[in-house]
């Protein structure tokens, strides 16, 4: 399985390509008010408004820097739940968006389970390199998916 590689700071994960709609530049967010502050904003793709999370921010408590390879990871994130008949676009900020690998048969399970984390997978070694495998289904909790969402067909893609 080919994985896509990114950055949080000093520390290296992985996303199944099968998740990613497309990867993006970085671009300016409209704010939403009174979000999380992990909420980036949202912006405009292709006639769709998509939120955007900032994933430095969620794993890290800082804002994501604006390298020339920051990226925003576009995923269908209503296909990944099964929680919408459409596609339900989520973007993913993450710094350093530059490689793939294929995913290594040896993978393991992480020894340490975060509460409020479940977004943070197994883990697997490139170039001696740990990368650890980002869920992005566990992302979102219940409420921030609801007011994310909340519109039918306002981030959809028809299809």
Known sequence: ML??????GPDRFAVESRCVVEIVPRVDFK???RAPDYVAGLFNYRDCVVPVLDLC???????CHPFLSSRIILIDYGKLTGLAARAQLLGLLAERVTDVCERPESVKSSPVRVAGAAYLGDIFFVAG???????PAA??????REMLFSESG???LAG
Do not use: H, K
């Open 3 to 8: 994985m896509v590689l990114f950055q949080l």
């Open 31 to 33: 704010a939403v008010p």
């Open 57 to 63: 921010q969620l794993t890290q408590n800082r804002p």
């Open 129 to 135: 390199e740990m990368n650890q495998c980002l869920e």
């Open 139 to 144: 992302l979102l909790p219940e409420s921030l």
């Open 154 to 156: 306002r981030n959809s």
